[in-house]
């Protein structure tokens, strides 16, 4: 099976910027699709961004185009997420997912490997 550990997570003050990484080990194959989602406290999990094995297709969310850069080194088997312009509705604690499907599907029942998170706090 395949394991996901995030990292990078913490505390940011709005209008900075955090990356967060996932390490992905185990039965993990580059072909795999990497997607963030965020939960924020009392919302449902949403999509942030995915990107596909060659980096060259990508997906995001309305509310974080522009300022959200999704990237991966297939070489670590690790995908970032460069968050610039935070926000305090940035806050949330997000999550790195993989699927088998080669497709950046913004659908999280799709993904089939989940990581257990990490805190993203953006203060005013």
């Known amino acids: 099976q395949v394991q996901l550990v995030e990292s990078g997570g913490g505390l940011v003050q709005a209008g900075g910027s955090l990356r967060v990484s996932c390490a992905a080990s185990g039965r993990f194959f580059s072909s795999y699709t990497m997607g963030w989602f965020r939960q924020a406290p009392g919302k449902e999990r949403e999509f942030v961004a995915a990107i596909m094995w060659s980096g060259g297709n990508t997906n995001y969310a309305d509310s974080v185009k522009g300022r959200f850069t999704v990237s991966r080194d297939n070489a670590k088997n690790t995908v970032y997420l460069q968050m610039n312009s935070l926000k305090s509705e940035d806050t949330a604690v997000y999550y790195c997912?993989?699927?088998?499907?080669?497709?950046?599907?913004?659908?999280?029942?799709?993904?089939?490997?989940w990581g257990q998170g990490i805190q993203v706090t953006v203060s005013s």
């Open positions: 997912a993989a699927n088998i499907f080669g497709s950046t599907i913004a659908t999280s029942e799709f993904y089939e490997h």
